[in-house]
C-alpha cells in the first residue's frame, strides 16, 4: 500500500500535474510528438543529450548511474537475468527499480530497456520458446510468424520491458555461418515476406502513416529492431563479423529490400551489423547507415550498435576508442550499446563535440531520433511496468501456437525406402518402439543457442517444455513399450524386435561465433546412431540443426528423414506429424548441400547440386483426413471408386519420395 502510493505520488511530481507547478510541454501527451521533441531539446544539456546515446548493461546499472547520466537505455545481455529462474513479477521489480532512477534525473526522462527475444522471450524461465527464424521460413506462413510476433511481445511485456532487438531479418547465404539459424532463408524474398513479425511486435501501423516514421501500439506491443544492417549474412566462408564482398546492385538487391521493408513497416530501430562490406567496417560506413538507410529509405527511428560494436572497428578491438566513438557517432549510429564502460564513452564523445570534430546537429539528430521513439511508444505516459500480464508468460495459448509453428515448420526429406511403404505415418498401437539419439529427451538442444543463455544449455532442467520423448509418450497407445537409449548398439537393437524406432540427433546448441563451422557434422555419437538403430530396424530419424548438415552417407539406411531445425519448447509439435496427426507441410528455406566441398551454394549458382534443393518437401495428409477420404471411397461405384484408388496411390508414391515435389 504504502509503495503504490509512493509511486503514484512520485508519477504526479513527474507528470508536473500538482497544483502550482509550471506547465511543460513535453510531459503534455495532449501536445504533437514534435513539439514535444522540440521542447525537451530546448532544455537539455550537451551532457544529458550525449546519456541518451548510451545503452548499458544491467550488470553495471544503477539507479545513481541512471539518474546522474540520463541514460537512454538498459539491456539485458544474452543470459543476463535479475536472479537464477526469475519470475516475471522479478524482472518488473528490477525494471522498474532502474526506471526511478532515470525518472529521478534533472528532466525525468524515462529509460527504454531492451532484450534479446529472437525465437520467444528466450532469456526467461518459463517463457514459451519458439522455433528459430530457419525452421519460421520453412513454414513460408508470414501470417503465424506476425501472430508469433504478436505472442513474443505479450512474453516480453508481462516482464516489463518494452524494446526487443529482433526481428534478424539476416540473408544467410553459406550454413557455416555460426548465425544461420537466426535466418529465414537464403531467399531474400522468403526473408522479406517474413518481416511481418513486425507488425506482431508492434502493431499494425494505422493507415495514412508517413513512411519510416516508428510505430508501437500500446503496452501489449514492444519497440521492434531489424538487424543486423547490412550483409550479414554474406560473408566470406561464412565466417562471423568477416566481410562481405558484393557490389552495390548486389548488396541492394540481396540484403537491403528486407531493411525497405522493415522501414515501411514502421520498425522502431535497426542494429548495425559486426560484419564490413568490402573491407569496410558497417559500424563505421557513413554512405549507408546515414546515406542510403536514413536519407534514401528515410528510417526516423533510431540506428543502434551491436554489443561493443564501435570497439570492433579497430582490429585489435578498442585498440583507438576516441577514434571508434568518432567513426560511429559520424556514420550515423544514435545509440551505442556500450555496454559496460559508459564514463569513456560520455567523455570521448563530449571531448570530440567540445572540440567540433562531431557537430552539434549530428548529436541533435540522434537524441531527436531515440526521443521520438520513447514519446511514440507511449513511454512518457506509462515508464513503469505492473503486474498486469505476468500471467502471459509461458501461456497455454503461447505453447499451442509454438507447437503449430513447430509441426508447420517441419520438412519431410524422405519417406520409405526404395520399393517399400511409407514409414509416416506411425503407428500410436505398436508392441514396442525404440527412441534414441542425442536430441530425443534434451530440451535445451531442442532450443537451440538464444535461450536462457546466450550459447543456450543442455539438458531438462533450466526451462520449461516437452522434449520429443517427453511428446513420444503422451501420444503413443498406453500398451506400447517405450524403449529409450540413447546411444544403443546394434545388437541391442537387433535383439529386441522392435517396431521401429524415432532417433533425434543433430548439432549442440551454439551462438555467434561458436557455431562457425567448416565440417556441418552432427554431434558424437550421432552417426553411429543412425547407422546402429537404422541398419536394424526401420527407422524415422529426425534432425534437430540450426541448418542443413552432412547426412548424404546415411541417407540410404534411412526410411524416413525430417529436418525439425531447432524448435524450441513445444516438442510435442514433431510427434502430431510423426504420428499423422497433421501432414507435413515444410518446404526447405535452404539448400541442402551433399558435401561441404559446395558451399557456398544456392539456388541460383552455376554448380547447383544439392542433395535437396531449396523448397524441396514433401507433404502428406493427416490419418483423420486419409481415413474421411477412404470412408467417401467407400460409397462411390464402378470407375469413380476406380478414379480415387488411383489418385490415393499416387499420393502414397509421392510422399515416399519418389517424385520430388517442390
Given at each position: 500500500m504504502g509503495r503504490g502510493l509512493l509511486k503514484l505520488v512520485v508519477g504526479v511530481l513527474w507528470l508536473g500535474m500538482v497544483v502550482g507547478a509550471e506547465y511543460v510541454k513535453y510531459k503534455d501527451p495532449n501536445q504533437p510528438v514534435a513539439a514535444r521533441i522540440k521542447d525537451l531539446m530546448s532544455k537539455m544539456t550537451l551532457a544529458e543529450k550525449i546519456g541518451q546515446m548510451v545503452q548499458i548493461d544491467r550488470t553495471v546499472a544503477t539507479e545513481q548511474i541512471l539518474r546522474d547520466y540520463s541514460i537512454g537505455s538498459v539491456l539485458s545481455g544474452g543470459g543476463s537475468a535479475p536472479l537464477p529462474q526469475a519470475s516475471a513479477e522479478d524482472w518488473v521489480n528490477m525494471i522498474n527499480a532502474y526506471q526511478n532512477g532515470s525518472l529521478a534525473s534533472r528532466l525525468g526522462?524515462?529509460?527504454?530497456?531492451?532484450?534479446?527475444?529472437?525465437?520467444?522471450?528466450?532469456?526467461?524461465?518459463?517463457?514459451?520458446?519458439?522455433?528459430?527464424?530457419?525452421?519460421?521460413?520453412?513454414?513460408?506462413?508470414?501470417?503465424?510468424?506476425?501472430?508469433?510476433?504478436?505472442?513474443?511481445?505479450?512474453?516480453?511485456?508481462?516482464?516489463?520491458?518494452?524494446?526487443?532487438?529482433?526481428?534478424?531479418?539476416?540473408?544467410?547465404?553459406?550454413?557455416?555461418?555460426?548465425?544461420?539459424?537466426?535466418?529465414?532463408?537464403?531467399?531474400?524474398?522468403?526473408?522479406?515476406?517474413?518481416?511481418?513479425?513486425?507488425?506482431?511486435?508492434?502493431?499494425?501501423?494505422?493507415?495514412?502513416?508517413?513512411?519510416?516514421?516508428?510505430?508501437?501500439?500500446?503496452?501489449?506491443?514492444?519497440?521492434?529492431?531489424?538487424?543486423?544492417?547490412?550483409?550479414?549474412?554474406?560473408t566470406t566462408r561464412g565466417i562471423n563479423e568477416n566481410n562481405t564482398v558484393i557490389d552495390v546492385h548486389g548488396l541492394l538487391s540481396m540484403y537491403m529490400p528486407a531493411y525497405s521493408y522493415s522501414v515501411i513497416k514502421g520498425v522502431s530501430t535497426i542494429m548495425v551489423s559486426y560484419s564490413s562490406w568490402n573491407g569496410e567496417k558497417m559500424h563505421a560506413n557513413h554512405e549507408l547507415i546515414t546515406g542510403f538507410l536514413k536519407n534514401t529509405l528515410k528510417f526516423k527511428g533510431f540506428v543502434i550498435s551491436d554489443w561493443q560494436g564501435i570497439d570492433r572497428i579497430t582490429s585489435p578491438p578498442h585498440l583507438n576508442y576516441t577514434y571508434s566513438v568518432q567513426a560511429a557517432i559520424q556514420a550515423g549510429i544514435d545509440m551505442v550499446m556500450v555496454p559496460f564502460n559508459h564514463t569513456e564513452f560520455v567523455d570521448d564523445l563530449t571531448y570530440l563535440v567540445n572540440s567540433k570534430v562531431i557537430p552539434m546537429d549530428r548529436i541533435d539528430d540522434a537524441v531527436e531520433r531515440i526521443l521520438l521513439v520513447?514519446?511514440?511508444?507511449?513511454?512518457?505516459?506509462?515508464?513503469?511496468?505492473?503486474?498486469?500480464?505476468?500471467?502471459?508468460?509461458?501461456?497455454?495459448?503461447?505453447?499451442?501456437?509454438?507447437?503449430e509453428a513447430v509441426r508447420k515448420s517441419l520438412v519431410l526429406l524422405k519417406n520409405g525406402k526404395g520399393g517399400t511403404t511409407p514409414l509416416l505415418p506411425l503407428s500410436k498401437k505398436a508392441s514396442k518402439i525404440l527412441v534414441a539419439g542425442t536430441h530425443a529427451d534434451n530440451l535445451g538442444y531442442q532450443c537451440g543457442g538464444w535461450t536462457i543463455n546466450w550459447q543456450g544449455f543442455s539438458g531438462n532442467n533450466y526451462t520449461?517444455?516437452?522434449?520429443?520423448?517427453?511428446?513420444?509418450?503422451?501420444?503413443?497407445?498406453?500398451?506400447?513399450?517405450?524403449?529409450?537409449?540413447?546411444?544403443?548398439?546394434?545388437?541391442?537393437?537387433?535383439?529386441?524386435?522392435?517396431?521401429?524406432?524415432?532417433?533425434?540427433?543433430?548439432?549442440p546448441p551454439y551462438a555467434e561465433t561458436a557455431g562457425d563451422s567448416t565440417t556441418l557434422t552432427m554431434m558424437d555419437p550421432g552417426p553411429s546412431v543412425v547407422t546402429n538403430v537404422c541398419g536394424a530396424v526401420k527407422c524415422v530419424v529426425v534432425i534437430i540443426s540450426g541448418r542443413p548438415i552432412v547426412i548424404e552417407p546415411y541417407v540410404s539406411t534411412i526410411d524416413a528423414l525430417v529436418a525439425a531445425w531447432l524448435p524450441g519448447t513445444e516438442g510435442q509439435g514433431v510427434i502430431d506429424a510423426l504420428y499423422g496427426d497433421y501432414g507435413f507441410s515444410g518446404k526447405l528455406p535452404r539448400t541442402w548441400f551433399k558435401t561441404v566441398d559446395q558451399l557456398p551454394m544456392n539456388v541460383e549458382d552455376s554448380h547447383y547440386d544439392p542433395l535437396f534443393p531449396?523448397?524441396?518437401?514433401?507433404?502428406?495428409d493427416s490419418v483423420a483426413s486419409i481415413v474421411s477420404r477412404s470412408t467417401s471411397a467407400a460409397a462411390l461405384e464402378g470407375p469413380c471408386l476406380f478414379i480415387l484408388i488411383i489418385t490415393i496411390s499416387l499420393s502414397f508414391y509421392f510422399t515416399a519420395g519418389k517424385i520430388p515435389i517442390y
Open positions: 526522462i524515462p529509460m527504454i530497456y531492451g532484450i534479446d527475444a529472437v525465437h520467444g522471450h528466450n532469456n526467461v524461465y518459463n517463457a514459451t520458446i519458439f522455433p528459430h527464424n530457419v525452421g519460421l521460413g520453412a513454414t513460408r506462413d508470414p501470417a503465424l510468424v506476425k501472430k508469433i510476433g504478436a505472442a513474443t511481445a505479450l512474453e516480453v511485456r508481462a516482464t516489463g520491458i518494452p524494446y526487443v532487438f529482433a526481428p534478424c531479418i539476416a540473408v544467410c547465404r553459406d550454413p557455416r555461418w555460426g548465425r544461420c539459424y537466426e535466418s529465414y532463408s537464403e531467399d531474400h524474398k522468403i526473408v522479406e515476406e517474413m518481416t511481418d513479425i513486425i507488425f506482431g511486435l508492434q502493431g499494425d501501423i494505422p493507415s495514412g502513416s508517413r513512411k519510416g516514421v516508428p510505430y508501437v501500439g500500446g503496452k501489449d506491443k514492444v519497440a521492434a529492431c531489424a538487424k543486423h544492417f547490412v550483409g550479414d549474412g554474406g520513447k514519446f511514440t511508444m507511449g513511454l512518457f505516459e506509462n515508464p513503469f511496468a505492473d503486474f498486469s500480464l505476468v500471467h502471459e508468460l509461458g501461456s497455454q495459448a503461447h505453447r499451442d501456437l509454438a507447437r520449461r517444455g516437452t522434449t520429443i520423448l517427453g511428446a513420444i509418450n503422451s501420444t503413443v497407445d498406453p500398451s506400447t513399450e517405450i524403449v529409450y537409449r540413447e546411444n544403443p548398439d546394434a545388437d541391442f537393437v537387433k535383439s529386441n524386435n522392435f517396431d521401429y524406432a524415432i532417433v533425434a540427433v543433430g548439432e531449396l523448397g524441396f518437401g514433401l507433404k502428406t
